[in-house]
Structures are given as structure tokens and as C-alpha cells.
């Protein structure tokens, strides 16, 4: 008995020990990440390569049927047929997906919607890979039910990159939380065309502080570790210059030249690939002839060979089969796939140009294995270092205690506090005392939970957002009369009221106008296959969407009857504030002149109106500065503060300054600038420049300064800027205080792309300005370089 006994245990130990062998290397969670790599792509077919590389769009992959959630028959059989890795946008919710706050998932059926595809794709498919969710996380997870905050325009506002790094860990949590691993943000783009549809989603104009902001998202999105369930790759927009389309259409071709791409457009791509970004968006647009999605030039010799980029690349969506229908720099579909692979574009966003197509491409032998093995590597890495092989699922528990916490609330409050630009406060009219007792709002933007939201935005529950009426009501007495308004709609001319606004506003004490734009989309709107609206002009049906994807300008007047309501409210005599609620610079020329306050708040979020109202009645001191110009007339444009020498001339018609300039923006307090101090080292072909200022609130309130640093080189070997903003920093001083600011300027802040584009640092005199915005300058010192520095690695 015994002897068989131990035979027994003998077999079991020797299957045992069969079992651990025979288990893939792929399979082994100790093993090396790129030896797991290399094993898995050893057991695909091609045709399961190739599905890796489709990510599809995910709000069809789900069926809702009541408290129910199962996979869609479209999913299963993508799984099944198509042997698809990732999907997009599973949890979006807006009139382009027909998702509704009903049909729509809420945080929580989120996590069981995801993790019933995530069982799928892993129990049905041969080698038991797991899926890619991908989702919009430029200001919050675009998901029902989650926190929104400003729109990226309003967080570079706040020129506060640690707060942009918290809000950016928020975002990533409640998105982690549902399901996601990959949070598409930010967009780096540099905002040089306010006609474009899309400044609302960027930094604006300057590629410092863009850079600034883009490391700040990319580390709050990936935190220390992709595998601490907290987390998301942060997938950076839109590779490359896409913001200066010519005419401001979207997706426009752009004609600028090498130098001027590695000076403004690249840097901030690079800051955030430095601070390890995994993921990278091409760009629609096409670049001196060449599309961004396929050309290699962008994708592999400066994304890779210079940068390092150890992530993937994504196509932005359709831009694949864009290269036949849009740019026509390809006969076929299996040419466009052929273009983008090898230029080195590693995943199709749509499911539509790298699925069969790219199957064809290889039959035909446009693509050979090697570059099929290097895209596929790139795509199974991130799911092999998110730990997705050993835990593909979420808590469905968890979504309810992380997702719109109190603490999320409060931080979507503060980056709106801080992202609000006092533009003119004649005879201090600002800050409104609450012992007022009658005060008007009026305007089509201060109750409208969606216009204030921006575009990206899930439909949200009505009591999650706080309008600017509701902040004020909030705000003031019960015994307060707050009289609402709204005189006219954004766009629609056939429905004013602008008798009944005047008639609040000759009873009001002061009257708060709330105007703007608007990129809240609706149902009526028709939307093209990359979710772009479908702009027609003079249309019958007049929504307030004005910006937004797809909605380029032609002039940046008000639209509508809102420049009548804001003159007819003013000739009432009574003091008038002016919100703007918006996503780009607008025509501001006559209120500037007549309106005695402006207040601009971009789209400030579902905690705009409380924001607005801290600011209004100075329980919030603004800070906020502008991160982009706003120009007296489109005639003007482009107007970014760093152009390049020689400086421009004065039209006919105007001059060329604009209305404001970058960094504008004021305070209730004030503060003086002094002690100047510029000490340049050199030493062993390098360079250092200490520079240091006092900064004194001399008010007696408390309040923050942006302390900003330009730089302007005086003689180089090519042409550059005016000046160029190197360094800034977000003080907070209280009443009397003063600080010692300190920064430091290296080679880097000093070096061009000489004529032989190389990059180095030419000896001669250098210029710094030190001040409250690009056009206030407060200090000046100058410093000299004495030796080159060349061949600057970069």
C-alpha cells in the first residue's frame, strides 16, 4: 500500500512539475517583460498580429438591458474574427455615441461592463490576451458620473503644473477605476489659430508652458507604477503642429519649416516623452507634404532614434484611410496601412486601416514580418508592464468610493478658482460686496450647465454642476433678490429677450452678464466618422455650439444677439461685470472699452459657477493669466507674443499689439518687482545663469503673482524671437510679504538650431525680462556668453 502510495505522489509530483513546464514563458509573471514579449509573438498567427494593432470604438461592445450588462454580439464576433486588442472610448457618452444618461453606464456599471469584455477577450480567445481600454481624459474621464473639469485652455491658466499633476492623478483613478488603461491627454498642440475648433483642448500658444502642463499630465496619469490600479498610460496629442492649421480648419495642411518645428512645436512633445509617456497620437494634418500618420521622419527618427520613445504609437481616428481620402498620398487601402506601419504608426484607431487592409499589405508584401513584429512588440508591451496577463479585472466596489469624491469636487473647484483671468477691473468694481440687494444675471451662459463644460463632456446628472446663477444665489443673503435672464442664445437670433434683460438690469444694483461660446453638443448636431461635427453654414436648426471639434471660425465676433443684449444692459447706466465662458479668444474690443470688469473663466467645469462666484465676491483673489493672446481682429492673426525678428509694424486700421497679451492678468492685490540680479557661470562647455527677483505684495490682501522670465538672444546666427518665455512661477503672498524668486537658465534655455540645424549655444549677449505678463515687463538685466557650446545633444 504504502509503495503505491508513493508511486502515486511520484506521478502527481512529475505532472506537476510537466505542467510548469509546459506553460508558456509568456505566462510567467517573473519573467522578463521582453522575453514574454518576443514568446507571445512567437505563438501568433499573423492574422492575430494583426488584430492587435485595431483598436476599435468601444460604446457599441456593450448591451445595457436594465440592471444587466453582457458583451454585444459586434464584439464577440471582433474578438472572434478579427482577434481585436483594444478598444476606445467604451465608456463615452454623448450625442455622436447616442449614449444617454440612460443608455449610458454609470461609474459603477462601468467596472462590470469592462470587466465582461475584459472575460471574453481573455477566456475566447486562443492565447487568452487581454484587452486595451482606451478613453478621453483631457479633463476628466468622459464617462457618466465622474468629475469635470476645466478644459485644458483654463488649467494652463492657472499656470500651476502641481495642481495640474493632482487633477491629472484624479482623472486617472476614476478612469483606472471603471476599467480603463489608457487616458487620451494631453494635447500639446500649440494654439496659434484661435479660429481653430480645438484651442479649448490645448495650452495655447507657448511651447514652455505647454511642456510645463504636459508633464504635469503625464505624471499624474502614470503615477510610479502602471500596475497600482490607480493609474493609465497617458497618450499624448496630436504628433505633430496640428494647432496652426492654415485658415484655422481643422486638420488643415501646415507649411512650417524644420527650425521652427524643433523650436515651438517639438519641445513640448518631448518634455512629456522625457517624463515617460508611453503612448503618442499622430496628428490629422500633414506637414510640409507629408501626413503625420505616415511619416517616418516624426515617428521614428525623432520620436525614437532621438527621444528614445520606448511606447506605441496610435493613429488618431480614421487618419489611416485618411491617407487615400483625405491627403491622397495612397491609391489603396493596403498602401495607406503599408505608409503608416512602416513609417512607424504602431495602432489603428478605427478598425478600418490596419484590419484587413494591413493583411492584404503583408500578402502583398508592403510590410514585411520584422515591422509586423516591432508594431505588435510595442502594443503587448504595455499590457505585459500593466500587469493586465495576471489581473485583467476591476473592483466593481471601488468605482463608488473613488469616483466624484468630495475630494475630486473640491480639486475640480480649485483648478477653476485658479484658472479664472481678471482682465479688467476699472475703480476696483471687483470684488462685489455681499450686501448687495438686488442683482441681476443675465446671459445665455449663466444657467447653462452645459456650455460650460466644453467639449469631451459626458452628459452629467443636473445636481453634479454648478452654474454661475446657482454660484451667486449661493453666494449671497437669502434676502438677496438675484434676478435670472437670459436675454439670448449663444447663436439663435430668433428667440431674444433682451427688453426683459434690460428691465433686470435698470433694477439691479449690478448686473453680471454671462457670455460666450458654447461646445456642448446635441442630438440634432450630425457628426462625421471621426466625431468631428458636420459645420454647415447659414443651417436651419441653430444649436449654441460654436467651438468645439469641427467648429472653425471665420471671424471671432459674438455670434448671435449677445453683443445687442451686452450694449443694451449697459446703456441702462447700472455697473456691469462680464463673465466669458468659452473655449477660444473672441472679439472682446467693445467691452473692453465700455464694460468697467472682465472676467474670463474658459470653460471652468462642473464647479465653474461656485468659482465665479468666489471670484466675484473676492472670496477667491484671481490669478489666473492668459496662455494665449487675444487679438483686436482676426485680421491680425497670428499674434502669439514670440514671433520671430523683425518685429511687426502697425496696420491702417489698428496696430499690431493685441487686446491682451500672453500672461495677462490681474488681482485684487498688488505687487512691485525689484533687485534684479543676473549671474552667468561658465565653465567646461557649459553654461549656468542664476537669476533672482523680490516679488512684494505691497496691498493689504492676500493673493498669488505668476512671476514670469523671458529671454531674447540679441544677435544669433538665425533669426529668433522677440522674447521667449523660459520660466515662471505661481506665488502665493500675503498682505505685505515678500519673496526672493529664484531660477536657473542653462544651455538649453539659451541654445538655437543653427544653420547647420545643430544645436548649440552662440556666444554673445543675452536679454532677460522679468514680469507680470509678456507685454508687462517689470526688470531687466542682460548677461553675456563668452564661449560656444555646439553639437547639443537633443
Known amino acids: 500500500m504504502t509503495k503505491y502510495l508513493a508511486l502515486g505522489l511520484g506521478l502527481l509530483s512529475a505532472t506537476a512539475t510537466c505542467a510548469q513546464q509546459a506553460r508558456p514563458l509568456y505566462q510567467n509573471s517573473q519573467a522578463p517583460t521582453e522575453a514574454r514579449v518576443q514568446d507571445l509573438l512567437s505563438r501568433m498567427t499573423t492574422a492575430e498580429k494583426v488584430g492587435q494593432l485595431s483598436t476599435l470604438l468601444g460604446w457599441e461592445m456593450y448591451e445595457k438591458q436594465g440592471r444587466r450588462l453582457t458583451t454585444s454580439a459586434a464584439y464577440r464576433q471582433a474578438v472572434d474574427e478579427r482577434h481585436i486588442g483594444a478598444l476606445w472610448a467604451t465608456l463615452r457618452a454623448d450625442p455622436w455615441t447616442r449614449k444617454t444618461l440612460l443608455t449610458g453606464l454609470n461609474p459603477t456599471q462601468a467596472a462590470e461592463a469592462t470587466n465582461a469584455l475584459q472575460k471574453y477577450a481573455v477566456e475566447h480567445t486562443r492565447l487568452h490576451i487581454p484587452l486595451l481600454l482606451a478613453e478621453e481624459c483631457p479633463h476628466g474621464h468622459m464617462a457618466i458620473g465622474t468629475t469635470v473639469f476645466p478644459t485644458s485652455i483654463g488649467q494652463s491658466s492657472t499656470w500651476d503644473p502641481a495642481l495640474i499633476r493632482r487633477m491629472a492623478a484624479a482623472i486617472a483613478t476614476e478612469a483606472r477605476v471603471q476599467g480603463a488603461h489608457i487616458g487620451y491627454g494631453p494635447v500639446l498642440d500649440l494654439a496659434r489659430e484661435p479660429r481653430w475648433s480645438r484651442v479649448e483642448e490645448t495650452y495655447g500658444e507657448d511651447p514652455v508652458l505647454n511642456g510645463q502642463m504636459g508633464v504635469a499630465m503625464v505624471q499624474g496619469f502614470q503615477g510610479a507604477s502602471l500596475k497600482s490600479g490607480a493609474n493609465v498610460v497617458s497618450t499624448l496629442k496630436h504628433f505633430t503642429a496640428y494647432g496652426v492649421p492654415e485658415g484655422g480648419h481643422n486638420g488643415g495642411s501646415i507649411s512650417t519649416g524644420t527650425r521652427e518645428l524643433f523650436q515651438s512645436f517639438l519641445p513640448p512633445f518631448r518634455a512629456a516623452v522625457k517624463a515617460g509617456a508611453q503612448s503618442i497620437m499622430t496628428a490629422y494634418n500633414s506637414i510640409d507634404g507629408v501626413p503625420c500618420s505616415a511619416n517616418p521622419f516624426l515617428l521614428t527618427d525623432v520620436l525614437r532614434q532621438q527621444w528614445g520613445f520606448q511606447g506605441f504609437t496610435v493613429s488618431d481616428l480614421g487618419s489611416i484611410s485618411g491617407l487615400v481620402n483625405n491627403h491622397h498620398v495612397a491609391a489603396t487601402a493596403p498602401e495607406a496601412a503599408a505608409l503608416a506601419l512602416n513609417a512607424g504608426l504602431d495602432d489603428d484607431l478605427s478598425g478600418y486601416g490596419f484590419d484587413k487592409?494591413?493583411?492584404?499589405?503583408?500578402?502583398?508584401?508592403?510590410?514585411?514580418?520584422?515591422?509586423?513584429?516591432?508594431?505588435?512588440?510595442?502594443?503587448?508591451?504595455?499590457?505585459?508592464?500593466?500587469?493586465?496577463?495576471?489581473?485583467?479585472?476591476?473592483?466593481?466596489?471601488?468605482?463608488?468610493?473613488?469616483?466624484?469624491?468630495?475630494?475630486?469636487?473640491?480639486?475640480?473647484?480649485?483648478?477653476?478658482?485658479?484658472?479664472?483671468?481678471?482682465?479688467?477691473?476699472?475703480?476696483?468694481?471687483?470684488?462685489?460686496?455681499?450686501?448687495?440687494?438686488?442683482?441681476?444675471?443675465?446671459?445665455?451662459?449663466?444657467d447653462n450647465m452645459y456650455n460650460q463644460l466644453g467639449d469631451y463632456t459626458a452628459p452629467q446628472p443636473a445636481s453634479n454642476v454648478v452654474t454661475v446663477l446657482e454660484g451667486i444665489r449661493a453666494k449671497v443673503p437669502a434676502t438677496t433678490q438675484v434676478t435670472y435672464v437670459k436675454g439670448c442664445a449663444i447663436r439663435d437670433t430668433a428667440s431674444a429677450n433682451i427688453a426683459e434683460a434690460v428691465a433686470a438690469a435698470r433694477q439691479a444694483q449690478v448686473a453680471v452678464v454671462v457670455l460666450g461660446g458654447s461646445s456642448a453638443r446635441d442630438f440634432k448636431t450630425e457628426y462625421q466618422s471621426t466625431g468631428a461635427a458636420t459645420v454647415t453654414a447659414g443651417g436651419q436648426q441653430v444649436s449654441d455650439m460654436e467651438s468645439g471639434e469641427g467648429y472653425d471660425r471665420a471671424s471671432l465676433d459674438l455670434l448671435g444677439k449677445q453683443q445687442q443684449l451686452l450694449q443694451a444692459v449697459v446703456a441702462t447706466g447700472t455697473p456691469v461685470v462680464v463673465v466669458l465662458i468659452k473655449g477660444r479668444p473672441l472679439n472682446l474690443n467693445w467691452m473692453a472699452a465700455y464694460v468697467p470688469a472682465l472676467l474670463d473663466a474658459w470653460y471652468p467645469g462642473q464647479e465653474g459657477g461656485n468659482a465665479v462666484a468666489d471670484v466675484l465676491f473676492g472670496d477667491y483673489n484671481p490669478a489666473g493669466r492668459l496662455p494665449i493672446s487675444v487679438p483686436k481682429s482676426v485680421g491680425q492673426l497670428p499674434v502669439y507674443y514670440n514671433a520671430k525678428r523683425p518685429p511687426t509694424h502697425d496696420y491702417v486700421e489698428t496696430d499690431s499689439k493685441p487686446l491682451y497679451s500672453f500672461g495677462h492678468g490681474l488681482s485684487y492685490s498688488k505687487f512691485t518687482y525689484s533687485d534684479l540680479q543676473v549671474s552667468p557661470v561658465e565653465a567646461q562647455g557649459a553654461v549656468r545663469v542664476a537669476v533672482q527677483f523680490k516679488v512684494k505684495n505691497t496691498s493689504a490682501r492676500d493673493g498669488d503673482e505668476v512671476a514670469q522670465l523671458y529671454l531674447r538672444d540679441e544677435v544669433s546666427s538665425v533669426v529668433t524671437p522677440v522674447k521667449q518665455l523660459k520660466k515662471f512661477q505661481r506665488l502665493t503672498l500675503k498682505a505685505g510679504e515678500q519673496q526672493v524668486v529664484a531660477f536657473e537658465l542653462t544651455a538649453e534655455d539659451l541654445m538655437l538650431l543653427n544653420g547647420r540645424l545643430q544645436w548649440a549655444v552662440e556666444p554673445g549677449a543675452f536679454t532677460v525680462q522679468v514680469g507680470a505678463s509678456a507685454e508687462d515687463v517689470r526688470l531687466q538685466g542682460q548677461f553675456k556668453v563668452a564661449r560656444a557650446i555646439e553639437n547639443i545633444a537633443w
Open 357 to 446: 487592409e494591413l493583411l492584404q499589405a503583408i500578402e502583398q508584401k508592403l510590410v514585411t514580418p520584422v515591422a509586423l513584429d516591432r508594431a505588435v512588440g510595442r502594443v503587448l508591451r504595455v499590457k505585459f508592464e500593466m500587469g493586465l496577463f495576471e489581473n485583467p479585472y476591476v473592483d466593481p466596489r471601488q468605482p463608488r468610493q473613488l469616483v466624484r469624491t468630495p475630494a475630486n469636487v473640491r480639486l475640480a473647484r480649485q483648478v477653476a478658482q485658479e484658472s479664472v483671468v481678471l482682465l479688467k477691473n476699472d475703480k476696483d468694481l471687483l470684488p462685489l460686496t455681499k450686501a448687495l440687494e438686488r442683482i441681476a444675471v443675465i446671459g445665455p451662459n449663466a
